[in-house]
């Protein structure tokens, strides 16, 4: 009898290189990932969004719950119950907030995000 293993490499979700470390897997990014987004969240203006929203987008980040869809700039957000999804822009989102052209902080995580992103190389 042969087992098989599945094997699977847990990836950043900034630039999808492996990740090895225990606290890079928890965090779902590796440490210079993480610093750009650390950083980018102290030079983004979110001067738009009240003080609680641009908490909650910090927490979204730090929770991994808005990943990179395969188009640059739109990201998956997983909304505060966990089940529901939204696609998220830094400009707008499909969240009920965003639907009635309001501010969310999902875009305000999405924003922190676009800025943290590495730079795309033209093919």
Do not use: F, W
Request: aromatic residues 4%; proline residues 5%.
């Amino acid at each position: 009898m042969t087992t098989t293993q599945n094997t699977t490499t847990a990836r950043c979700l900034s630039c999808h290189r492996p990740l090895r470390s225990a606290r890079s897997i928890a965090n779902g990014r590796g440490p210079r990932c993480q610093a750009k987004v650390a950083a980018a969240a102290n030079v983004v203006d979110l001067t738009d969004y009240k003080p609680a929203q641009a908490d909650k987008a910090r927490e979204l980040i730090e929770q991994g719950a808005i990943l990179p869809t395969r188009r640059p700039g739109i990201y998956l957000t997983v909304a505060s119950d966990g089940t529901t999804t939204y696609l998220t822009h830094s400009a707008q989102c499909t969240c009920k907030a965003g639907r009635h052209q309001r501010r969310c902080y999902h875009t305000a995580a999405a924003r922190i995000l676009t800025a943290a992103a590495p730079a795309r190389r033209a093919a």
